[in-house]
């Protein structure tokens, strides 16, 4: 379907047809980009809310800079939609997120204004300092570098750690922060208190326009003047905020609250801004959703709410005749809360996602005693740390790609302290159409070769619920181990999921089916592949044996030994990296027992797997039903020995 732009919006090809529009079409302009973003989206899909609530900010951005020589880093980027169609994308914007199509998030190779490749939230602030300082080793001082960023993804260490150095320096860096009070779900913690209470102090906004007006006067007559009224600013904010200005106290220069939709206010103030020296942030007041009444009203929801009928505003659901398996997420969710319903020393953990690993489940059950502490993957496992030294039975749920974040804490706040601490990986393997930055790609591998940690993945539902009640029994609880569990995005596969639990024993796999002429070791619901593959290959008289491993670490050796001395031939198959993952454990049993075979480790390659549907990309790798099947017949078929 394809989607026309309005009248203004269809002759911006670059950022420079918009510097050429006088500043009373910007109004149009953005009434014109937002109703293009509600077009596109509603049909095809994608992050919503955040890049409503950033139109103005982004045509003012576009407007006053010089882009792309002055460098714009959108922080975690899914709010940058409105940059993607004003910076030459507008034609093919329909291709977001889709196999070989645009990304979701701005992405360096895409074009020369994606400064800086993002998705994960905190790095503008360090990424744009970087940028103004390497601008200043190369005496290029016009240039400006700004850094766009969410009160959520200010609660996270990085962008502090951005500041603290920032501060020191002379670099010419803005900071604009895009406060809309939420981060996926509301924004949490003593920041969004004190943000809050900057906005709404009456007095110190009244003082505050009248010391802009002057500070906008004052601009044009040079450095002494600039002094005075910075003095003068700066004692009057010092004054009049109960407490000093955060920001002010880290040598950033604060400006504002101001209204982030006030597109001709954004242009004179950011015309300002441009010529105050140094590092400095301008704090915008923006409504995630503005423009769009129900995601304006239901904010979580509307984040990225899929495919939707623009006009009712009602979210488009697939009907089915049948029960449908749930998703791996609400099955972590609600067993947490039946197990934590028994066990009291249970607690859960998340780092701002709980809607997208339904950790909202136990926090509405038993709000005491679950924790949403802000985009701070870091703080999450530590803390988890801490109240594990009390004996408290720690969930700490994180998406593994953010995992990747916290894996010093893992290994020194954790596994050397020999805690046990369980952590569930969510949206582990491929994540679908958020990309390279969002796959997690690289669990297996990482956390298998950490001492004292335990590393599994349910091939079901069943397993899963079955897993999460062994991690928190007696057994491991009074031990010395870490417990991994591990499970992808999307849907399981039993629709009559809520099983007994039961205890599943540590390292100990599941043979799937029996079989003669090749062995297929999976680990995860990727195995469910495997079940199909063995169903080809059957019609073809071949007899695989399937083994479900359920654990990467410690490995089942009793089914390995058995393995390798019936079998010659093994295929390893993984939703995670081939270089240090599953196979590769697999492959060092066989060496270290000195056992020969031919085998081929299915999984990811040593490249960055664009994005796409999942199957598209197991697809690509070659481990989709087909890709194993093919494996299959090429290894048992082909002469050449592959030994390790
Ligand atoms: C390190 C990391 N953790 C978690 C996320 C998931 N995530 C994506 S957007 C988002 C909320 C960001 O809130 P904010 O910065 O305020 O932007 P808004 O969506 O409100 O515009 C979160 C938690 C992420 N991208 N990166």
Same mark, same amino acid.
């Given at each position: 379907m394809l989607i026309t732009p309005g009248k203004l919006l269809a002759k911006i090809d670059t950022p420079d047809d918009l510097r050429n529009l006088d500043q009373t079409d910007l109004p149009q302009v953005c009434a014109e980009l937002r109703q293009f973003i509600v077009d596109n989206v509603s049909v095809y899909g994608g992050h919503f809310g955040a890049s409503l609530g950033v139109v103005e900010l982004t045509v003012a951005l576009h407007y006053v800079f010089n882009t792309p020589d002055d460098q714009l880093v959108w922080d975690v980027g899914h709010q940058a939609y409105g940059h993607k169609i004003l910076t030459g994308r507008r034609d093919i914007f329909?291709?977001? +997120?889709f196999y070989k199509g645009l990304s979701g998030f701005p992405k360096r190779k895409e074009s020369p204004y994606d400064s800086f490749g993002v998705?994960? %939230? %905190?790095t503008s602030i360090s990424a744009a300092l970087g940028m103004a300082v390497a601008s200043q080793l190369q005496n290029n001082p016009k240039r400006h570098h700004i850094a766009v960023i969410g009160d959520g993804a200010m609660t996270a260490g990085l962008a502090f750690e951005g500041m603290n150095h920032a501060g020191s320096t002379e670099a010419d860096l803005l900071i604009i922060l895009n406060d809309n009070c939420m981060s996926i779900d509301p924004n949490v913690g003593a920041l969004r208190e004190y943000l809050t209470d900057i906005t709404t102090s009456p007095t110190y906004n009244k003082v505050k326009d009248e010391v802009w007006n002057l500070l906008g006067k004052m601009s044009n007559f040079g450095k002494s003047a600039q002094d005075i009224v910075s003095k003068i600013e700066t004692g009057l904010k010092a004054s009049l905020l109960k407490q000093s200005n955060l920001f002010e106290s880290l040598h950033l220069r604060y400006f504002g609250p101001i209204d982030g939709h006030d597109i001709d206010h954004l242009v004179s103030v950011m015309n300002d801004l441009k010529d105050i020296p140094g590092p400095k942030l301008l704090h915008c007041l923006t409504v995630k959703g503005k423009g769009y009444g129900p995601a304006e009203k239901d904010q979580t929801k509307w984040h990225a709410p899929g495919l939707f009928d623009k006009v009712t505003g009602e979210i488009k659901k697939k009907i089915y005749d049948k029960p449908q398996p749930p998703k791996y997420q609400d099955v972590f969710g609600h067993t947490l809360v039946e197990l934590a319903e028994v066990n009291e020393k249970i607690v859960g953990v998340t780092p701002a996602m709980p809607s997208g690993s339904s950790m909202n489940i136990m926090m509405k059950a038993i709000p005491d005693r679950a924790?949403? !502490?802000?985009?701070a993957e870091q703080h999450a496992v530590t803390f988890s740390a801490g109240m594990a030294t009390q004996g408290q039975v720690v969930f700490c749920n994180i998406y593994s790609t953010f995992m990747q974040r916290a894996y010093d804490q893992v290994i020194h706040d954790v596994c050397i302290q020999e805690l046990p601490v369980i952590f569930c990986l969510d949206r582990a393997g491929f994540a679908g159409a958020d990309g390279p930055t969002h796959h997690g790609a690289y669990d297996l591998a990482f956390m298998r070769c950490v001492p004292n940690m335990i590393v599994a993945s349910p091939m079901n539902e069943q397993e899963l619920r079955n897993l999460m009640f062994t991690a928190q029994s007696d057994t491991i609880q009074d031990g010395t181990q870490a417990f991994t569990i591990r499970y992808p995005r999307g849907e399981g596969v039993m629709p009559n999921w809520r099983t007994p639990l039961e205890q599943v024993e540590i390292g100990k796999g599941r043979k799937i089916r029996d079989g003669k002429d090749v062995a297929i070791l999976t680990i995860g619901p990727i195995g469910n592949y495997a079940v199909t593959a063995c169903e080809f290959l059957e019609k073809e008289s071949i007899r695989p044996a399937h083994y479900d491993? +359920?654990? !990467?670490?410690?490995?089942?050796e009793a089914m390995l030994h058995e393995i390798f001395q019936r079998y010659d031939n093994v295929i390893t198959v993984e939703d995670g990296c081939l270089m240090g993952g599953f196979g590769s454990a697999v492959v060092e049993f066989m060496t270290d027992h000195g056992y020969v075979a031919r085998v081929k480790r299915l999984g990811i390659p040593d490249a960055v797997i664009e994005h796409g549907e999942q199957i598209d990309l197991h697809r690509e790798c070659g481990f989709d039903p087909q890709g194993i099947a093919d494996a299959v017949r090429e290894l048992i078929y082909s002469k050449r020995v592959v030994t390790a």
């Open positions: 329909h291709t977001n +997120r998705g994960h %939230s %905190s924790f949403d !502490v802000g985009i491993m +359920r654990f !990467v670490k410690p490995l089942d």
